[in-house]
Structure formats: structure tokens, C-alpha cells
């Protein structure tokens, strides 16, 4: 069977609407580029060229896994983050748009400075997406990635070699900063901060499909804040910038772990719908 590209999107869009998923038509677009090696704005475009037998059995594939709740990102392996792409992997986050908050944070922060940073820490690199985005910006700087995954780190090393920055980073596996001795002029994270008890509740799509470790802050949901903020306190430079996410409600408890490690100026920043999602500090 061959059919049209406009005439698979409605089928498979309808299909997706009546399973009650959010933008069927969106993604079944997505799902076609990706099953078919085109671009998604050709789907669009070109919506009467014809598809093979071979190309309408991969789109129903992916389209199935997504009736089943699996996200886009998760099926076609990869997620746009500050306007680049990352691949995802099992041991990897799939990173969130929120997240690029951190990012315009630490743009801004710095710009207060007479020149960018030359050194940028990311614990908890995941793909990698905030370091990478970070050196996208500042091309000079010298750039630093852990994770205690190992798969998190390989797939990071991927993105890093894909998006060919002017600077290579090095990726490590490492719990938090304790393999570290240097001091750094930036130091963002985005901790697992989702309380134990509230990760089963939380949507399908990230319960099945993003690793425990990466969501799991323990019973409150600041352990890792407990453990990081004081180790990110030893590897800062004088002056140095500390770039943080934060879950919704728990921008209290954090200040009160930056004052308390000596941190400064602490300043919230609030993501695209207003919610605080980081918070940024200075070392003196
Ligand atoms: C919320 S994810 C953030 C991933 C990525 N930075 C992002 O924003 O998409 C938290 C990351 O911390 C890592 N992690 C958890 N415990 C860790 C530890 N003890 N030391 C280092 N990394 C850890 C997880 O593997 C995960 O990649």
C-alpha cells in the first residue's frame, strides 16, 4: 500500500486525538519526518508526495509507541534544547524547555562581568545540554561535564562531538564534585529534586521514560541539594557564579542552603509561565 503524506497525517492524527493525546497533528508531523528522513516542515509543504509501503509501516510504528504514551523526544531519540539538538539515551533526562532558563540566567548574570567566564562546570550533565548551550555562547571557555551515569556520559560525549563546539568538553562520570579539585567560574546544575513519594504520580510519559536517578531528590526532594551546594561552594572561583534549578516551592529551602554555604547576591528567575524555576548566586 502506498498513500499520500496528507492522507497518513489525518489517519494517524485521528488515531492519536481519539487516544487523547495533546497536539495529535503535531506530533504524527514530527513522527512522519523522523520515520521518514524528511524534514518536518516538508511534511507540510510537500504533503502530496507519496509514501512507500516500508515509510507507512515505520510512521504507524513510532505512532503506536506514542498512543502508548511514549514522547516524541524518547521515539525519534532526540530533543531541540536552546535551539540545537541533543540525542537522548536510556541513562539520559530528556531535557525540558524550562531548563533553558538556567541558560539565559547565566547569560544575564555574567553579563554583569568585565569578561565571560573561562571555566563552566555542569553536574548532573545529562545529555550535556546546559554545558553544551553554554559553549555554544561562550566559545572560549573551557567546559566540564559529570554525571553518575555512565550512559548519561557516553551520550553527552555524542552531543558534544555532533555539535562540534569550538572548545571540546570533557565528560566524566562522578558522584557530584567529589572527583573534582578544580575551581570553576560557572557552576550550573539541575539536580534530581522530584520527592520519592510524589515520582509515581507524576505523568506517564516521565515516569516510564526518564531514569529514577534523574528525577529522585529523596524524601523532601533537597538531598542533592544538601549534598551539592556545599561542594559547589569549595569549587568556585573567587567571584564565581552558581546557576541552580529549582522544583516548584522549593526556592526557600535553597536560598536558605546557599546562605548558609556563604553564597551572595541570591536572585530567583522565573521560567516562560512565571514559575521560579533558578536560582543564581555568587561565591565572594
Ligand atoms: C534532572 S537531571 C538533569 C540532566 C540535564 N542536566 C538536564 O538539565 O537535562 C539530573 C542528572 O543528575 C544526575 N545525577 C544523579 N545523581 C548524581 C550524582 N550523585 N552525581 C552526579 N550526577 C548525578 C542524573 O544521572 C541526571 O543526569
Excluded at 77 to 90: K, Q
Excluded at 93 to 118: G, H, I, Y
Excluded at 210 to 231: F, H, S
Aim: proline letters at 5%; hydrophobic letters at 40%.
Amino acid at each position: 500500500m502506498t498513500e499520500a503524506i496528507r492522507a497518513t497525517h489525518s489517519r494517524l492524527s485521528l488515531k492519536l486525538q481519539i487516544a487523547g493525546i495533546d497536539n495529535p497533528r503535531l506530533d504524527v508531523r514530527l513522527l512522519i519526518a523522523a520515520a521518514t528522513e524528511r524534514d518536518p516542515q516538508d511534511i507540510l509543504l510537500h504533503d502530496s508526495q507519496i509514501l512507500s509501503s516500508q515509510e507507512i509501516s515505520r510512521v504507524e510504528a513510532y505512532v503506536e509507541r506514542r498512543r502508548c504514551g511514549e514522547p516524541v523526544s524518547r521515539i525519534t531519540g532526540e530533543r531541540e534544547f536552546w535551539g540545537l539538538r541533543y540525542r537522548l539515551s536510556a541513562g539520559t533526562l530528556d531535557p525540558r524547555p524550562d531548563s533553558e532558563t538556567l541558560v539565559s540566567a547565566s547569560l544575564s548574570m555574567m553579563f554583569q562581568k568585565a569578561n565571560p567566564p573561562e571555566s563552566i562546570l555542569d553536574v548532573g550533565t545529562g545529555t550535556g545540554c546546559l554545558l553544551l548551550s553554554l559553549m555554544t555562547e561562550w566559545p572560549e571557555a573551557r567546559g566540564v561535564g559529570i554525571d553518575i551515569e555512565l550512559d548519561a556520559v557516553l551520550t553527552a560525549r555524542q552531543n558534544a562531538s555532533l555539535l562540534k563546539t569550538a572548545n571540546q568538553p570533557t565528560f566524566l562520570v562522578g558522584d557530584w564534585l567529589s572527583s573534582l579539585s578544580d575551581r570553576y567560574d560557572v557552576i550550573i546544575s539541575n539536580p534530581p529534586y522530584v520527592s520519592s513519594s510524589e515520582i509515581d504520580n507524576l505523568q506517564r510519559e516521565v515516569m516510564f521514560f526518564d531514569p529514577r536517578r534523574a528525577l529522585d531528590g529523596g524524601l523532601d526532594g533537597l538531598t542533592a541539594y544538601r549534598q551539592l551546594i556545599p561542594e559547589c561552594r569549595d569549587h568556585l572561583a573567587i567571584g564565581g557564579l552558581l546557576v541552580l534549578e529549582v522544583g516548584a516551592g522549593q526556592d526557600r529551602d535553597v536560598k536558605k542552603l546557599l546562605s548558609a554555604a556563604g553564597l551572595e547576591k541570591i536572585e530567583v528567575h522565573p521560567d516562560l509561565s512565571g514559575h521560579i524555576r533558578c536560582i543564581t548566586s555568587w561565591a565572594p
